[in-house]
Structure formats: C-alpha cells, structure tokens
C-alpha cells in the first residue's frame, strides 16, 4: 500500500482521486526551485494580493511600505482621502521612493536625484529640468499605480492588467467572513501597533496549509491546551463546527470557542469584573444582528484562508497573517492585531494579552508552528516519500474542522493556476 | 583633565556579578532558581515588537509576561513540551555594557546589552538587544522586578521564532 501511493501517477503535482479519497500533493511543490518561481507569475501576478488594513493609513497623507508578492509598494492615503497603492519604484532610475516602513507626508521625495512625487502619485519635482527636451511630459512618469479595491477595510491590489475579477467576485464566499469581521465594530475595526514580522525556513504553503488546520492543535500544542486549562477555561457550550471551501482557493473553519472572545463572549477566565461590559456588548449584537448572527459574530471562532497568501484568524483575539514565498524554502510572516476601533481599555488589554499568549514569534504555540514548517521542509530532503497526503474529510459530506477540506480547496485553485486552467 | 568618578564601583560590581550569574542560570536552563531566586513576585517581563522602537504605549509586543505566565512558560519549558525545545537548544548569553542608570531610593534602573546565540534543531541564531532591568534590594543581593528587552532587529525573519527566554 505504501508502496502504490507513492508511486507517481503522472507529472501532475495535485494528484486527487475521488473513487478511491485520495488527495496527494507531490512534495515538488515545496522543494523545487522552478515550482517556486512559476508561482511568482502564475499566482501573485494574477491574483488579487492582500497589502493592509486602510486604518492603517488613517489620516490625509498616511502611508506604509511593505511587499506585496515580492513587490516592493506603498500604501498611501492622499491629500484627497483616496487611497491608493503605487509600485515603490522612481520612474526615473528605479530607487524606492520610501524607505520609512510607515508615516505621513505630502509628497515623497526619491533620494537618487531629488524626483518628488505627491502623495497621489503625480511627478510634481525634476531637478534642473532643462536637461529634458520638449516632449518630456511630467504627466507620463507618475508613479505607476497598481489596481486596488477595498472590501470592508481590508485592501488588496493586483498585478495583472488583464484582471477579470472585481475584488468581491474574487473573494467569492470568503467575503461572508470578512463581514463577520468587521461587522464587529460600528465604527470600524483597526490595526493595532505593533506588527509581528518574523518567518520560517519553510515553503510559504507550509504554513498556509498550518493556519487552516485543526487537525494538528490537540497534538502539537499541548503546552498552550494546558495552559488554556490552568486559567480555567471551560469546554464550548455547543459541539460541532465545520470547514468549507468558499471557493476559488478560499476555506474556512468555523467552531464553537474553547475559551473565551473579548468581543462578546465572556468565560471566567477573563475575571468577574469585566464581565458586565462583554454581556452589555453581546446583548447589544443581538439587538444589532438578531440571535442567530450575533452568535456567529460573537459566539463563534473562525479561520479563513483567502488565496493565496492571506489568514484571518479570529478567536481569543484576530490576527491578520500575510505569508510571502522567499524562494521555495523560506517564507517572511506578517502578524497583526486587528480590534474594534472603539473597544473598551480593559478588553483591550485582555485582548492583547491572550493574543499574545497564543500567537506571535514568542506565544505559546506559533512558535512550535514555526518548528513543525521547518521540519515538515526538512522530512522533504528525504525523497523517497514523494507525496503529502491531504485527504482527511473526503468521506464525509459535511466535513469537520478537523478534516482538510480548505487546504484541499487551496490546492484544486492552486493547480488550477499553475496549470492555466483557471480563466481569468 | 580628571573626570570625577560618580559611579559606586562596589554597587556596579554588585549589579554586574548579580546579572551574570542571571545570565548563567539562563544558559544553565536553570529557570525555576532563576525564577524563584532572582525575580521579584511581581516580576514583568517584556519583548516590545521590532517594528516599533522599544516600548510604546498601546502597542502589542512580542512577550508581556507577569510573574503567573512567566511561570508558566518556564514550566513548560521544563516539562519538554515545547516541541520547538525539545532537545532543549544551546545559549549563550553575552551581557555588556552595564550601566546603572539610576538609583531611585526604591530600586536601581540598570541598562545592558544583550547578545544571545542560539543553537538548535539544525539553526543558530543571535538574539540582540538592549536590556532595561529595574533591581530592587534583597538582601545583601538583588531581585528584578523589570526586565525589557528590546531587540534591535528589524525583524524575526532569520530567526521564525523566540522560544527560550531572552
């Protein structure tokens, strides 16, 4: 039996078959280098790609910096309140025009020769302009701005001019999940201060396949299972949950809490005194949404992978991941907090504290995260044993959460992609 | 030109003696003596984020332990579950630069800095910051009631992961 599954089908690197609820993926797809750089062209030049959070541009003149699927941009609030995302290149030789990770200003000047750009975009300064002839126009080397939409606060851009997809149709079902997110402030939700940026010697769908994985929680993180059940939190009042591909390489699993959540759904674990306020603010949910979608938003965890390099996780506390390929066995981590703008101090505090507990290079349980990626790429030296097996659930109509039904949903898009059978 | 010398030696020789042996238990993985010997029961513990520059307010870290959770990650630190230190990996602590910065009445702000290198599970890492420590009195020694440690890192990319204690 050993034998026969590792035996190659064919060149495919997704191997599924539904007669016999199989689902390999050939640990290629982890390991080789030219995997690696097709996935650059055939999936982050094609995809929309998640940059920020817009409360992370706040103010007129607001911006950030980061990559975004290898690319160097800058995510800027204009003087006119539009934001917009540009390729953080000079038009003239190609330096980055910004440097700082984040901060506010008018206009950003590229270091190389004095080019000034407003924070629109537009070329508004050449040094010594007289050595251009007539027909050199100001207006032809704006920063070249990158289509980006924005679905309730969170901003995605694309790289791929031929894109067909708005950013809604993209999202597919996975926009139902991000309602639920920021549909848990009325004012909005935002980042806070404070990223975690870290990484793994590992291939970034190591850790794509990770964050949507229960499976593995009972087993691997034992340390922060114990630790949960030191501070007395208390088994889930409902049983059950379930994963769900939302299609277009998006999945979720949605569960009952083993602990509590400082939006609205109070354990003793977060003490007697604050409990008032988290039971004010569920029964406001319910007045706002109704029972049934007040306890979803309130009452409920969830993790949902967007393809194809986004997590959310939202459960004692939500952390947006962005998980960028680095070559095929490196990856760079971006862990933020996300919270209700206009969330009491308290629970704030509450909330950062059991985030920090869980997640982040130095919690209770990412960290044994980060090792088990890193040995998964490791075991992949050893190529006798040719396939990943992904196959739990596929004998279940309804699959739990602790099938791999979203990983699954990753992989049919992602092969989809790297095969140019997905239209666009 | 003659500086006058302000600095208490025999108070610095103290501080320093006091944060090396810190800095031997460590190494040594002898945490709960470190823990119970050299740490006040309100003891904080703190990694800021590497993205904002030491400690901000509002700002979600990358530790922010009390006494309770220190414990905690001691213990399971201890126990072998931390897959992740599990050979328990090889440190060594560089501390230099001691200086104290002020001696309040009530206790001593002393500041360091640190290199740790880490071995393990095939990796090595250093781990660089700048120590903040508040020390208060015990006895002939001290107990630490503040430890910050502020990375100088841009970030943990190299690294994945801070698993021991810095």
């Known amino acids: 039996m050993t034998i026969e599954l590792q035996r190659p089908v064919d060149d495919r690197i997704v191997v599924e078959d539904l007669e016999q609820l199989s689902f390999r993926v050939d640990r290629r797809a982890y390991t080789d280098d030219a995997v690696a750089a097709a996935e650059m062209t055939k999936i982050f030049d094609r995809c929309w790609l998640y940059v920020g959070h817009e409360s992370e541009v706040p103010e007129l003149g607001s911006y950030v910096s980061r990559d975004v699927g290898s690319r160097p941009v800058v995510m800027s609030r204009g003087s006119d309140g539009k934001i917009r995302v540009f390729a953080n290149s000079c038009t003239h030789r190609g330096a980055l025009i910004c440097s700082q990770p984040s901060g506010q200003a008018k206009s950003f000047r590229c270091p190389y020769h004095d080019w000034t750009f407003s924070n629109q975009g537009d070329l508004v300064g050449v040094p010594i302009p007289d050595g251009y002839g007539p027909s050199f126009r100001k207006a032809d080397f704006g920063l070249a701005q990158h289509q980006s939409e924005t679905y309730r606060g969170f901003v995605f851009v694309t790289f791929d001019p031929e894109q067909q997809r708005t950013l809604p149709e993209y999202l597919a079902g996975a926009t139902d999940y991000l309602d639920l997110i920021d549909d848990q402030s009325e004012v909005g939700m935002e980042v806070i201060q404070g990223a975690q940026l870290h990484g793994a010697r590992a291939n970034w769908k190591l850790m794509m396949e990770n964050s949507v994985d229960i499976y593995h929680f009972r087993a691997l993180h034992k340390r922060y299972v114990s630790y949960m059940e030191s501070l007395g939190s208390t088994p889930p009042r409902r049983r059950g949950g379930f994963g769900s591909a939302l299609g277009l390489g998006h999945g979720a699993n949605e569960l009952p809490p083993a602990a509590a959540r400082p939006l609205a759904y109070w354990t003793p674990m977060f003490g007697e005194e604050v409990r008032p306020r988290i039971e004010a603010t569920a029964a406001r949910f319910v007045e706002r949404f109704g029972a049934e979608r007040a306890e979803r938003i309130t009452g409920t965890n969830r993790a949902v992978l967007i393809f194809p390099n986004l997590m959310i996780i939202d459960a004692i506390a939500i952390t947006i991941r962005k998980i960028d390929p680095v070559g095929a066995g490196q990856m760079a981590i971006t862990s933020v907090a996300l919270a209700p703008k206009d969330e009491d101090p308290d629970i704030r505090e509450l909330r950062k504290s059991h985030y920090l507990t869980f997640l982040g290079p130095a919690g209770f349980a990412t960290p044994d995260d980060i090792e088990i990626v890193e040995s998964c790429q490791r075991g992949y030296l050893n190529r006798t044993v040719r396939y990943s097996d992904l196959s739990r659930g596929m004998n279940k109509e309804v699959p739990e959460t602790t099938d791999e039904l979203p990983a699954r949903e990753f992989w049919r898009q992602w092969d989809r992609l790297m095969r140019d059978e997905e239209s666009r | ?166």
């Not at chain 2, 990796?123 to 006895?139: H, M, Q």
Request: glycine fraction near 6%; proline fraction near 1%; hydrophobic fraction near 40%.
């Open chain 2, 1 to 166: 030109m003659t500086t006058e010398l302000t600095i208490d030696v025999r108070l610095w020789d103290q501080v320093s003696q006091f944060l090396f042996r810190e800095a031997r238990l460590l190494d040594e993985w002898r945490l709960l003596e470190w823990y119970d010997e050299m740490l006040t029961e309100d003891i904080r513990y703190a990694v800021p984020a590497t993205d904002v520059r030491g400690e901000v307010a509002g700002a979600l870290g990358l530790i922010e332990d009390d006494a309770a959770r220190l414990r905690q990650r001691i213990e399971q630190l201890l126990n072998d579950e931390v897959w992740c230190e599990n050979p328990r990996s090889r440190t060594n602590r560089m501390l230099s630069n001691v200086e104290i910065l002020t001696d309040r009445g009530t206790h001593l702000d002393v500041a360091a800095n640190l290199i740790v290198h880490r071995f393990g599970h095939g990796r090595s890492d250093a781990y660089v910051g700048k120590c903040r420590f508040e020390l208060v009195a015990d006895g002939n020694s001290f107990r630490i009631r503040q430890r910050v440690v502020v990375l100088d890192h841009e970030t943990l990319y190299e690294h994945g992961k801070l698993s021991i204690i810095l």
